[in-house]
């Protein structure tokens, strides 16, 4: 029904660190809570639905519950791992484990896959044996999980502007709505007639969904896990603004990376003119002015060089 930890859906926020805020808001803490309830409830319907699945023979109940425990997962993670996430960095862990919450993601939605994988194969072997459903068990659970959602819709309504990821999980859980609406249809329809297919494609509906909303979230956890630049920045153009800044000749060993999903780190070597004439740490202030003005970048890490300290790959000094 909803996912979306703060953290695993921050994933596609742009704005650095909108949540930040959050913290010093008199009313997070009821917003906690809040939070709490909705997973316990979440929780309490996932389990349901499950069960009602089996007893009933509706795959389509199945899958829904299958969504809905990753969804549960992503928000006891992610208000567990906001916890540890947050935890002072060491000497060994200078990034603190701030990291955990792209790892968290990444399994999460991998476990999406999975689930999917598991009802697709299960729906071709209901294909081939086509089973009875016992619509009596279905409808009543899948009203339940209907209500379930409406009621989630409401209680995290008040919250959804206050940052990114609220608002995120507030969308997803509106479009959860919808496979509910679906499920609930299964059970209306076959209370009439014995199409038992039905269920098969909104079960499968239901995966494409899933699985859908899982890729995203996969390849912005790899491209973080493999210091990628961020989706929303350009390398290139970071490499043209630091050439901008006065006295800066050449720019080479440009890494940009971010160790979650709001936090970007740079580190690059700069070429300045040789001579007293420079001043390197007003170079050094220009850049970084620049980076965070451009970019949003602030953790930065530039190497200031007069002459040939290192080489390129080809051999040729990197500074002319
Ligand atoms: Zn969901
Ligand atoms: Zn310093
Ligand atoms: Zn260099």
Same mark, same amino acid.
């Given at each position: 029904?909803?996912?979306?930890?703060?953290?695993?859906?921050?994933?596609?926020?742009?704005?650095?660190?909108?949540?930040?805020? /959050?913290?010093?808001?008199?009313?997070?803490?009821?917003?906690?809570?809040?939070?709490?309830?909705?997973?316990?409830?979440?929780?309490?319907?996932?389990?349901?639905?499950?069960?009602?699945?089996?007893?009933?023979?509706?795959?389509?109940?199945?899958?829904?519950?299958?969504?809905?425990?990753?969804?549960?997962?992503?928000?006891?993670?992610?208000?567990?791992?906001?916890?540890?996430?947050?935890?002072?960095?060491?000497?060994?862990?200078?990034?603190?484990?701030?990291?955990?919450?792209?790892?968290?993601?990444?399994?999460?939605?991998?476990?999406?896959?999975?689930?999917?994988?598991?009802?697709?194969?299960?729906?071709?072997?209901?294909?081939?044996?086509?089973?009875?459903?016992?619509?009596?068990?279905?409808?009543?659970?899948?009203?339940?999980?209907?209500?379930?959602?409406?009621?989630?819709?409401?209680?995290?309504?008040?919250?959804?502007?206050?940052?990114?990821?609220?608002?995120?999980?507030?969308?997803?859980?509106?479009?959860?709505?919808?496979?509910?609406?679906?499920?609930?249809?299964?059970?209306?329809?076959?209370?009439?007639?014995?199409?038992?297919?039905?269920?098969?494609?909104?079960?499968?509906?239901?995966?494409?969904?899933?699985?859908?909303?899982?890729?995203?979230?996969?390849?912005?956890?790899?491209?973080?896990?493999?210091?990628?630049?961020?989706?929303?920045?350009?390398?290139?153009?970071?490499?043209?603004?630091?050439?901008?800044?006065?006295n800066v000749?050449?720019?080479?060993?440009?890494?940009?990376?971010?160790?979650?999903?709001? /936090?970007?780190?740079?580190?690059c070597h700069v070429c300045v003119?040789?001579?007293?004439?420079t001043d390197t740490d007003q170079v050094i202030?220009?850049i970084?002015?620049?980076?965070?003005?451009?970019?949003?970048?602030?953790?930065?890490?530039v190497q200031v060089e007069t002459?040939?300290l290192?080489?390129?790959?080809?051999?040729?000094?990197?500074c002319?």
């Amino acid at each position: 029904m909803i996912i979306g930890t703060a953290k695993s859906k921050g994933l596609h926020g742009k704005e650095p660190n909108l949540s930040h805020g /959050e913290h010093h808001h008199p009313h997070a803490r009821t917003a906690g809570r809040r939070l709490l309830w909705v997973i316990l409830f979440n929780a309490i319907i996932t389990l349901t639905e499950y069960v009602a699945g089996l007893l009933s023979g509706s795959l389509a109940l199945v899958s829904d519950a299958g969504h809905n425990f990753s969804d549960v997962l992503a928000l006891i993670l992610g208000y567990a791992g906001e916890k540890v996430v947050e935890r002072q960095p060491t000497a060994r862990y200078s990034f603190g484990l701030r990291r955990a919450e792209v790892l968290i993601a990444l399994v999460n939605a991998l476990s999406l896959v999975a689930i999917g994988a598991y009802v697709v194969i299960e729906a071709v072997d209901r294909f081939r044996n086509p089973a009875e459903i016992d619509a009596g068990i279905l409808l009543p659970v899948a009203l339940v999980g209907l209500f379930g959602n409406l009621f989630s819709v409401l209680i995290l309504r008040r919250d959804r502007n206050r940052n990114l990821n609220l608002r995120a999980a507030f969308l997803h859980l509106a479009f959860d709505t919808l496979s509910s609406i679906a499920v609930v249809g299964v059970g209306v329809v076959l209370l009439f007639q014995p199409w038992v297919w039905l269920d098969l494609v909104v079960s499968l509906l239901i995966v494409v969904m899933m699985v859908w909303g899982s890729i995203g979230v996969i390849n912005e956890s790899l491209r973080v896990i493999l210091q990628a630049a961020p989706s929303g920045l350009d390398p290139e153009k970071v490499h043209e603004a630091i050439l901008a800044v006065p006295n800066v000749r050449e720019a080479h060993g440009l890494h940009v990376w971010s160790v979650n999903s709001n /936090e970007v780190f740079l580190s690059c070597h700069v070429c300045v003119s040789n001579g007293d004439a420079t001043d390197t740490d007003q170079v050094i202030v220009a850049i970084n002015k620049a980076l965070e003005e451009s970019f949003g970048i602030r953790h930065t890490t530039v190497q200031v060089e007069t002459a040939n300290l290192c080489r390129h790959r080809n051999g040729a000094g990197c500074c002319p």
